[in-house]
């Protein structure tokens, strides 16, 4: 079997902090497709415009492409001067309706600006929360913290079966993946 650190490595890949036009960091973002679409939190994406950090330190200016603040989910699109995208990692998707509380989860993110921060924990439940809507939300037991909002809740196997948004209730709240 292999260890978190070598699953999450390819997490840590296509996760993306995401900066306001201020410079000031504002949470984090995965590379859903190699062609620019960056997938993050509506509260995460406020503005128009943004600009997002590689796990490489590159930085590339992105716009907001769509936002659904009743999900909590935004995209944003990787504008380049030459109209390309290239050398990003998209993450793999995973099924998350197959996933069940007590299965394993990865958090990748960019808490309190901290880059590429793992958490590990366990599926709590999966479901409706009271003041959140009829929705399906994950609720998991691992540590989040401001900055983690709009990365990736990964399964065992590394794959993204969540969109980490909120803690509530000392439980991190992920939207499940097929809703995206």
Do not use: Y
């Not at 290239?86 to 993450?91: F, H, I, R």
């Not at 691992?142 to 509530?168: C, D, F, K, Q, Y």
């Not at 439980?171 to 993946?177: F, Q």
Request: no cysteine; hydrophobic share 40%; charged share 20%.
């Amino acid at each position: 079997m292999r260890g978190f650190g070598e699953i999450a490595e390819p997490l840590r890949r296509s996760t993306v902090q995401i900066f306001n036009g201020a410079g000031q960091s504002r949470g984090s973002g995965i590379v859903w497709s190699a062609g620019g679409l960056i997938l993050t939190n509506a509260h995460v994406a406020r503005t128009p415009q943004a600009e997002i950090e590689l796990w490489d330190g590159r930085r590339l200016q992105a716009r907001v492409a769509s936002r659904d603040p009743r999900r909590d989910l935004a995209t944003l699109r990787v504008v380049t001067e030459d109209g390309t995208s290239s050398s990003l990692e998209p993450a793999t998707p995973g099924d998350s309706k197959a996933l069940r509380p007590g299965e394993l989860v990865i958090a990748i993110g960019n808490p309190l600006g901290f880059a590429g921060a793992l958490s590990t924990g366990v599926v709590h439940s999966i479901g409706a929360l009271p003041g959140m809507g009829k929705q399906s939300w994950i609720r998991a037991d691992l540590r989040l913290a401001p900055g983690n909002s709009g990365g990736p809740l990964a399964n065992a196997e590394g794959r993204v079966i969540g969109i980490n948004t909120a803690i509530v209730n000392g439980l991190g709240v992920a939207v499940p993946a097929h809703t995206v």
